[in-house]
């Protein structure tokens, strides 16, 4: 019994930190260990704060999707920053979704980067 004691508390351990975040979110993004994107005149820790920050206070508010489609990359019809709940959690989808190397800007996929 105790093996599976153990067992399941590993399972529970090592999904608990694979869950999606902002903060794990904007790391895996900017974090020269992972996928690395940078952006000309600002540093990894300040590119991980500004994008942490602006996730965590989208998700304090509820709306509408609108037209917003992260998977769409950067383009005219997208919003510049995330607005709400939803946008930000479609978000936080698209950038584990897709490959590191589609997260780079400029054109890149899960816009907004580098926020």
């Known amino acids: 019994m105790r093996d599976g004691v153990v067992l ?36 990894e820790e300040d590119l991980e704060q500004e994008c942490t920050a602006e996730c965590e206070d989208a998700l304090q508010h509820a709306g509408p999707m609108g037209v917003y489609d992260p998977y769409q990359g950067n383009t005219a019809q997208q919003p510049d920053e995330l607005e709400n709940e939803r946008m930000a959690a479609a978000w936080m989808e698209c950038v584990w979704a897709v490959e590191c190397d589609d997260l780079q800007v400029p054109g890149n996929s899960c816009h907004p980067i580098g926020i």
């Open 8 to 43: 399941l508390a590993a399972v529970t351990f090592g999904s608990a930190g694979c869950e999606k975040s902002c903060q794990n979110t904007c790391r895996h993004i900017f974090d020269g260990t992972e996928c690395g994107v940078t952006i000309a005149g600002q540093s």
